[in-house]
């Protein structure tokens, strides 16, 4: 596998070959990573969409992101796209619904681990740290099994004009489960991707009847299978809405995205 990263971004900003269906052709492997947008827009109130969720799936069937207005957490799921709503009751969403952050990729299994029970997020972090190769590149990482606690956070709805992603988080709601089985979903991304993706660890989880997750906060470990993707290739869409066009993304929040995906 190329240990090389590749960025193209491409901007669409003609809505007339949307409203057609029409989109330029990225060529992309299986080992590339696709993001839409950068997580300094989203975190800045870009949560404008004129992304079809269905177009991810011509890049991937593993994935996270958020929908139109912030709709909710979403979730890729071998091939379907899941939306844990404010309350944590996931549905499945068409493919013309919109996304202003996504990332997915297609999920190969490049090496497992089993961790120990009773484990922290922070604990399985540091964990599966242990086992990479290098931590400079992009992994896929997905976590199967039963977990003796999780607890999970959606987002509501956001209308214009839109707050910072701080602030938006400020009504998001919590639901633990206990005694679950399910799977994490997410990315471990390098520390100089800073302000185009979250540096470090970024999950979603969704329980086995694929009927309650969202955006993971913590979790205890009982027996689980990590699978690891090495993703060496990297690929971002930008948005062409005027919002995009015109925030200003010169200065990332670090400490903000920490409170963020901390949901503190």
Do not use: W
């Not at 091939?79 to 996931?90: D, F, P």
């Not at 999970?152 to 005694?179: C, M, W």
């Amino acid at each position: 596998m190329k240990n090389i990263l590749v960025i193209m971004v491409v901007l669409t900003a003609v809505l007339a070959l949307l409203a057609a269906g029409c989109r330029p052709a990225i060529q992309a492997d299986r080992d590339t990573l696709f993001q839409v947008s950068t997580i300094s827009a989203l975190m800045k109130g870009v949560y404008e969409a004129d992304i079809p969720v269905g177009l991810l799936k011509n890049y991937g069937d593993f994935g996270v992101g958020t929908f139109k207005d912030l709709d909710g957490e979403m979730l890729m799921l071998e091939g379907r796209i899941y939306r844990a709503q404010l309350n944590g009751t996931i549905v499945e969403v068409p493919d013309d619904t919109s996304t202003p952050f996504a990332e997915v990729t297609f999920l190969d299994t490049d090496a497992t681990l089993q961790p120990p029970a009773g484990l922290n997020l922070n604990q399985l972090q540091t964990a599966i740290d242990g086992k990479l190769p290098s931590l400079n590149l992009f992994y896929a990482v997905r976590i199967t099994g039963s977990f003796s606690y999780v607890k999970t956070r959606s987002v509501p709805a956001q209308v214009i004009p839109y707050v910072p992603l701080t602030e938006a988080i400020k009504g998001q709601q919590i639901l633990e489960q206990r005694d679950v089985e399910g799977t994490i979903i997410g990315f471990r991304c390098p520390p100089y991707i800073e302000g185009v993706n979250v540096p470090g660890y970024h999950f979603h989880f969704i329980n086995k009847d694929r009927t309650k997750g969202g955006h993971l906060l913590d979790c205890t470990t009982g027996p689980a299978l990590v699978t690891l993707d090495n993703t060496a290739n990297f690929i971002m869409e930008l948005p062409g809405n005027k919002h995009f066009n015109e925030v200003n993304l010169g200065q990332s929040d670090q400490e903000g995205l920490k409170k963020v995906e901390s949901g503190r």
